[in-house]
């Protein structure tokens, strides 16, 4: 299986500041990273897919780029509706594998 | 707008058979360009993909390893449905059971649009 580690597990960060969030595959899985942002009670939304490209709707701010085993997920300037938990998804090959997740704090 | 409603309770009784239904709308369960997956989280095991379903000329099904020997995803066309049995529950099995489409939206390439929301499972005598 491939295995998912997201950093960090947590931060607190203020509105405004940019945020980054890394997510190491343990193989190369190309592009085949997704990322999605999960609030209390609520199932995941999508964000972020094939690592860089953003799904219709989601405010500019996010981003994620990379490829191959490492990504990265940007907040450019974080907002107060942003508190979430935050999850890279690959899809390279089954089973389909999640990171830990990152959960994101306003100070 | 495709939704995704889900059903089935919210306890078992270890050793009982856990079953959860996911009713499509906006979509068919039949289509060529998506797989239909069931997903739980806990926090022990956090976001643990268990099994899809999917339609490609033919009917296939794939299972997580965890979980291979004690899960069967089953569709009914007729209602546009697809569901989870996973049988033998412990309280490792514990958490909450999302059904989710994973959009084909290139060959090859998918991502996970519409979730259900979420069925809370606790397995306790």
């Known amino acids: 299986d491939i295995q998912m580690t997201q950093s960090p597990p947590s931060l607190s960060a203020s509105v405004g500041d940019r945020v980054t969030i890394t997510c190491q595959a343990s193989?190369?899985?190309?592009?085949?990273l997704n990322w999605y942002q999960q609030k209390p009670g609520k199932a995941p939304k999508l964000l972020i897919y094939?690592?860089?490209n953003l799904q219709t709707g989601v405010p500019s701010r996010f981003s994620g780029s990379g490829s191959g085993t490492d990504f990265t997920f940007t907040i450019s300037s974080l907002q107060s509706e942003d508190s979430a938990t935050y999850y890279c998804q690959h899809y390279n090959n089954l089973p389909i594998t999640f990171g830990g997740g990152t959960q994101v704090e306003i100070k | 707008q495709v939704q995704l409603q889900q059903s089935g309770p919210g306890l078992a009784k270890p050793s009982q058979t856990l079953s959860l239904t996911c009713a499509i709308s906006g979509d068919s369960v039949s289509t060529n360009s998506a797989t239909w997956n069931w997903i739980r989280q806990s926090p022990s095991r956090g976001l643990e993909w268990l099994g899809r379903?999917?339609?490609?000329?033919?009917?296939?099904?794939d299972y997580a390893v965890s979980v291979k020997s004690r899960l069967t995803i089953n569709v009914d066309t007729s209602k546009n449905q697809f569901s989870l049995h996973l049988n033998s529950v412990t309280p490792d099995d514990t958490a909450v059971y999302y059904c989710?489409?994973?959009?084909?939206?290139?060959?090859?390439?998918?991502?996970?649009?519409?979730w259900g929301k979420g069925t809370t499972v606790t397995v306790s005598s």
């Open positions: 193989q190369d899985i190309n592009k085949y």
């Open positions: 379903t999917y339609y490609r000329s033919k009917w296939y099904n």
């Open positions: 989710v489409r994973d959009q084909q939206w290139l060959v090859l390439h998918y991502y996970m649009d519409v």
């Open positions: 094939d690592a860089s």
